[in-house]
């Protein structure tokens, strides 16, 4: 279980992908799955994929095709 100032830490670094896995990552750390650097690497994996989810267009949103600013 994460303590309350770990996970206003997380919360206000912006790391909720961290924060979705931190407790199953523990727990496979605790149960010898994971050494110390794996899980480190893991959960920075995990956020990696959390951001690059959120950064993915919805199916219904239109992309346009131009890279310049809304006024170029």
């Known amino acids: 279980m994460?303590?309350?100032a770990l996970r206003e830490?997380?919360?206000a670094l912006r790391?909720?992908?961290?924060?979705e896995t931190l407790d199953v990552r523990?727990?496979?750390?605790?149960?010898?799955?994971?050494?110390?650097l794996d899980f480190l690497?893991?959960?920075r994996q995990d956020e990696n994929?959390?951001?690059e989810t959120e950064r993915a267009p919805s199916p219904g949103i239109r992309q346009h095709?131009?890279?310049r600013?809304?006024?170029?």
């Open 69 to 72: 600013g809304f006024w170029a």
């Open 26 to 36: 523990m727990t496979q750390t605790r149960g010898g799955e994971l050494g110390h």
């Open 15 to 19: 790391l909720s992908g961290m924060l």
């Open 9 to 11: 830490s997380l919360k």
């Open 49 to 51: 994929t959390h951001c």
């Open 65 to 67: 095709g131009r890279s």
């Open 41 to 43: 690497q893991i959960l």
């Open 2 to 4: 994460m303590d309350t």
